[in-house]
Nanobody, 123 residues
Framework: QVQLVESGGGLVQAGGSLRLSCVAS????????MGWFRQAPGKEREFVAA????????RYADSLQGRFTISRDNAKNTVYLQLSGLKPEDTAVYYC????????????????WGQGTQVTVSS
């Protein structure tokens, strides 16, 4: 198991940027594929991005249109999500998660979750 703590959320105007961080504690962070999900009020949690254990492969939700970038630093046990060109519809709680499977969009294949960080985008 790995414990995850997200940070970096906040209130930003439309068109702005934020960088979310997720720090992991516990063993073997570098062996896990990592993902970011988000959940808006009244909606289901949805996939945003994922990155392989080495950082060599990434995957994104088609709806993001290239506005977000996932990266990781295994030496710091941290995965990042750079949010750019933010829109009001990006308002949600953003969660990071760890998976022992290949990078995946499937929420059920992630075994460890953080508590989330709120991102609010004003128009």
């Amino acid at each position: 198991q790995v414990q995850l703590v997200e940070s970096g959320g906040g209130l930003v105007q439309a068109g702005g940027s934020l960088r979310l961080s997720c720090v992991a504690s516990g063993r073997a962070f570098g062996q896990y594929n990592m993902g970011w999900f988000r959940q808006a009020p009244g909606k289901e949690r949805e996939f945003v991005a994922a990155i392989s254990w080495s950082g060599g492969s990434t995957r994104y939700a088609d709806s993001l249109q290239g506005r977000f970038t996932i990266s990781r630093d295994n030496a710091k046990n941290t995965v990042y999500l750079q949010l750019s060109g933010l829109k009001p519809e990006d308002t949600a709680v953003y969660y990071c998660a760890a998976s022992a499977f290949a990078i995946t969009t499937e929420r059920g294949l992630y075994h460890s979750w953080g508590q989330g960080t709120q991102v609010t985008v004003s128009s």
